[in-house]
Nanobody, 120 residues
Framework: QVQLTESGGGSVQAGGSLRLSCEVSGYSSSLLFMGWICHGPDDEREGVADIDRDGVTTYSDSVKGRFTISRDNTKNTLYLVMSSLKPEDTGTYSC??????????????WGQGTQVTVSS
């Protein structure tokens, strides 16, 4: 059973930065397809960034050039560095994982999420 625990959310002003972490337990993160999903205040959901087991990354157009997804397999942890934050980035960010290892197999597990609030 894969368990995901996020941390690192908070409140920042526009233009600021945050680093989110997602600790994986019950499975080796090096084998997982992993990503971050943002649940916005209007209940919309957006895939923000993901990374497959080979390290190939994908970003949504809204965050490209501002956010960076990475993983440290020695710590079994996924990261999202968020820079140049905008008020529209506000939401609950959930970590997701799929044991298929690649994007085409999708996500099977989700964490509880961590809140990010960006004020103007």
């Amino acid at each position: 059973q894969v368990q995901l625990t996020e941390s690192g959310g908070g409140s920042v002003q526009a233009g600021g930065s945050l680093r989110l972490s997602c600790e994986v337990s019950g499975y080796s993160s090096s084998l997982l397809f992993m990503g971050w999903i943002c649940h916005g205040p209007d209940d919309e959901r957006e895939g923000v960034a993901d990374i497959d087991r080979d390290g190939v990354t994908t970003y949504s157009d809204s965050v490209k050039g501002r956010f960076t997804i990475s993983r440290d397999n020695t710590k079994n942890t996924l990261y999202l560095v968020m820079s140049s934050l905008k008020p529209e980035d506000t939401g609950t960010y959930s970590c997701a994982a799929g044991v298929g290892g690649y994007r085409r197999y999708g996500f099977l597990y989700w964490g509880q999420g961590t809140q990010v609030t960006v004020s103007s």
